[in-house]
């Protein structure tokens, strides 16, 4: 079996900071591509922020320069740095990864539970 657990979400005002970590653990093989995303009140989930095995990274447009994903494959760990945060960023965001259990085995996209980011203006 395999989790995903996010941390380090919580109340911030304008333009602060956070870090998000999302770790993965379990029978784990192999991690393809991993991810940020996030879903604000009455909104769909969208994709904040993605970075391939090898570190090629992605942002939508309306994060880039702020936030920064970064992943340690030593660890299974996937981070995301928030920064100059702003009120609309407010909303939970998940992590997800392509995680391989075995050699043999096709990439299965799982997720974590989320965490709550609220920014105060």
């Known amino acids: 079996q395999v989790q995903l657990v996010e941390s380090g979400g919580g109340l911030v005002q304008a333009g602060g900071s956070l870090r998000l970590s999302c770790t993965a653990s379990?029978?784990?093989?192999?991690?393809?591509?991993m991810g940020w995303y996030r879903q604000a009140a009455g909104k769909q989930r969208e994709l904040v922020a993605g970075?391939?095995?090898?570190?090629?990274?992605i942002y939508v447009d309306s994060v880039k320069g702020r936030f920064t994903i970064s992943r340690d494959n030593g660890k299974n760990i996937v981070y995301l740095q928030m920064n100059s945060l702003k009120p609309e960023d407010t909303a939970v965001y998940y992590c997800?990864?392509?995680?391989?259990?075995?050699?043999?085995?096709?990439?299965?996209?799982?997720w974590g539970q989320g965490t709550e980011v609220t920014v105060s203006s």
């Open positions: 379990g029978r784990i093989f192999s991690i393809n591509e």
């Open positions: 997800n990864a392509r995680i391989q259990q075995t050699r043999y085995s096709v990439g299965v996209i799982y």
């Open positions: 970075i391939s095995s090898v570190g090629i990274t």
